[in-house]
């Protein structure tokens, strides 16, 4: 029986992505941006659904089906009738809205088919299934559980905001829906904008901010009470209403009454790249804080209406790595799965996923483990390829006898304080570098953060980096009890770690406090202790976790800073030459593709070069 393939597509609204699913497997995944270069790039993933076709060997013509993840005409209604609903109040952002709707949102199908005309010749029926049933799939199907409560949380997909589902075997049911305007992922995305970050991307930077916030403080309490009070009414079940008097995003060009909100907390918005004072953080850790209740809520109601042990989730809201690390805590669940790509990237491999296993009837296939295989479902490069790098921009590499001798080296490098690219194998589907296209460094070395933060990212130094742990060890550092492989649980640093913290910093500045030692491992420990954790599996990453079980025959520590291979503002690298530039605009100390170790070193006379790679 012929293969049969089914290419899943988010696109035209933020993270376009492209998935291919053969037979049921999740064969490829990949964001656009990684192909374009452009951060978040919404346009309709050419790139990506060549690169998922190539991969696979798929013909575009052979395809099985095609699955976009949502519906675009319930999308245009449900704009149309906000802004109907909101006017005249809405009326100059309609003005203003309405070329773009005519362009993309009233003729998205047919936009959507002109593109996918650009693949091939056949004209494939198009299925579309809702958004958040997209989210609910890319979250249910590929876990490793036969059943599951499903929690999606996002801004918003068609109407939907959030929903409680279940799982089991091949059928998802939607038991309830949260609707639009009222939305978890709107609420915090106000905030991020009122805080002075980018909506829809600086959402982690939120978080982040959120542990400065002077806990049990006058302040925090204040700010909790009054987004209670005015801001959103949340009722025991995790169901809310947000107060639209405060809000501009269903008519306005922007997210919040700036001068109300300004009244409501005392505080002005905070200018983009204005310092970071006490009461923005407070602020932040009061929506953080508020936001972990309301995940807290739903997902009792989940288990409550659903009766299940397990827990999976999805939608942008599920990237928030520290409600997910309470919602583990609270033991409300066994276990929880959470989607690596859980914002809309990720809803092309559920809408995928959704007609294989709802439209078309297919049974799941028993898997121990998990089917995203560790999220390492992009392009991966020959060392031919590589060697093409090394030529084109007359690199100086030197190829290594074999992983463990490449390991060792680099091991020794970190150990001594170097910090360097490590790109293997697949790239990475979701937001997180996982050990395949990472920048790493030592972990236990007091200057580490800082130096990466401002020498090697560029970005604001006040977010910590994360670590990655071999899986073995995981429980010697933190307070975890499971495996964390995509980054999506923080835990605690254990408390024999710890290092109190001198109440006499409690008011330094926010530099003052993150350099703080505060644990073994300095560079990873936020300021409340906290750890977001990748666990490193030997069997899904046999190469990151041979360097760290190097980097721990050396230090007698499994641990390295594991931060995305990019600089502030750009993608994640994709391709060698990507990775290749990258490394020589920053202060990165060395780079490793494959089996070669890069260095910056002036480059030697002919003679002396090293025998790095055959010719063409
Ligand atoms: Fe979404």
């Known amino acids: 029986m012929p293969r049969q393939a089914i290419l899943g597509i988010s696109a035209y609204y933020h993270d376009s992505a492209a998935a291919l699913l053969v037979d049921g497997r999740i064969v490829a995944a990949a964001q656009e941006e990684r192909f374009s270069r452009k951060r978040h790039d919404a346009s309709f993933p050419t790139h990506a659904c060549r690169y998922v076709l190539d991969d696979a060997g798929v013909a575009y013509d052979d395809l099985a089906a095609v699955a976009f993840y949502d519906k675009p005409f319930l999308k245009f209604e449900r704009l149309l009738e906000t802004y109907h609903g909101f006017a005249p109040a809405g009326l100059s952002s309609f003005v203003t809205a ?85 939305s978890v992922g709107l609420l915090y995305s106000a905030f991020t904008y009122y805080l002075g970050f980018t ?22 309490r204040g700010f909790t009470d009054v987004i209670r009070r005015e801001l959103v009414d949340i009722r025991p079940d995790g169901s809310l209403l947000l107060n639209m008097s405060y809000f501009d995003f269903a008519t306005g060009l922007r997210m919040v009454n700036e001068d109300k909100w300004a009244r409501l907390f005392g505080l002005a918005r905070r200018a983009p790249d204005a310092e970071l004072t006490q009461p923005y953080m407070n602020l932040a850790l009061a929506i953080q804080q508020v936001t972990e209740d309301i995940v807290l809520r739903l997902a009792r ?233 990748q666990t490193v599996s030997r069997t899904t990453n046999p190469r990151f976790w041979e360097l760290l079980q190097a980097f721990k025959t050396i230090t007698g520590c499994g641990v390295l800073v594991n931060t995305s291979f990019n600089v502030r503002g750009e993608p994640i690298v994709c391709m060698p030459d990507d990775a290749y530039r990258c490394f020589m605009r920053t202060d990165l100390d060395f780079l490793v593709i494959g089996d070669y170790l890069f260095d910056k070193a002036e480059q030697p006379p002919l003679d002396a070069a090293p025998a790095t790679f055959a010719p063409d």
């Not at 003729?107 to 049933?133: C, I, Q």
């Not at 909506?199 to 925090?220: C, F, I, R, W």
């Open 199 to 220: 909506v829809n991307s600086g959402e982690y930077k939120l978080m982040g901010l959120a542990p400065y916030g002077h806990d049990g403080s006058t302040q925090v």
């Open 301 to 533: 109601t989940a288990r409550d209406v659903t009766g299940c042990r397990h827990l999976v989730l999805a939608g942008g809201v599920a990237l928030n790595c520290v409600a997910n690390g309470k919602l583990l805590a609270s033991r409300l669940f066994d276990d929880l799965w959470i989607q690596p790509a859980a914002g809309d990237a990720g809803g092309a491999v559920g809408a995928a996923c959704a007609v294989w296993h709802i439209h078309r009837r297919q049974p799941r296939a028993a898997t121990a483990c998990d089917a995203m295989t560790g999220s390492y479902l992009g392009p991966q490069f020959s060392t031919l390829e590589v060697e093409r790098t090394i030529r084109a921009f007359g690199a100086r590499a030197t190829l290594a006898s074999n992983v463990e001798a490449l390991a060792a080296t680099v091991a020794a490098r970190l150990a001594a304080g170097e910090a360097g690219g490590w790109f293997q194998g697949r790239m990475e589907f979701g937001p997180r570098a996982l050990g395949n296209r990472s920048i790493l460094g030592d972990p236990r070395n007091p200057e580490m953060q800082k130096r990466l933060n401002l020498k090697v990212k560029f970005r604001e130094g006040f977010r910590p980096f994360a670590p990655a742990v071999l899986e073995e060890d995981a429980g010697e550092h933190f307070d975890l009890d499971r495996p964390s492989p995509y980054m999506l649980l923080v835990a605690p640093v254990r408390s024999d770690h710890q290092r109190p913290f001198p109440p006499a910093l409690q008011e330094a500045p926010l530099y003052d406090r993150l350099y703080f030692q505060r644990s073994h491992l300095p560079a990873v420990t936020h300021v409340d202790y906290s750890a977001r954790i």
């Open 98 to 182: 309405m070329p773009a709707w005519i362009k993309e949102k009233l003729f998205m199908r047919r936009l959507l088919t002109d593109h996918l005309g650009e693949l091939g010749h056949a004209r494939h029926r198009v299925l579309y299934p809702e958004h958040h049933l997209s989210h609910a799939a890319s979250a249910f199907y590929p876990s490793p559980f036969d059943e599951a409560a499903i929690l999606t949380i996002d801004g918003v997909g068609e109407w939907a905001t959030t929903t409680i589902g279940r799982g089991r075997g091949r059928d998802i049911e939607i038991l309830s829906e949260l609707h639009f305007p009222h």
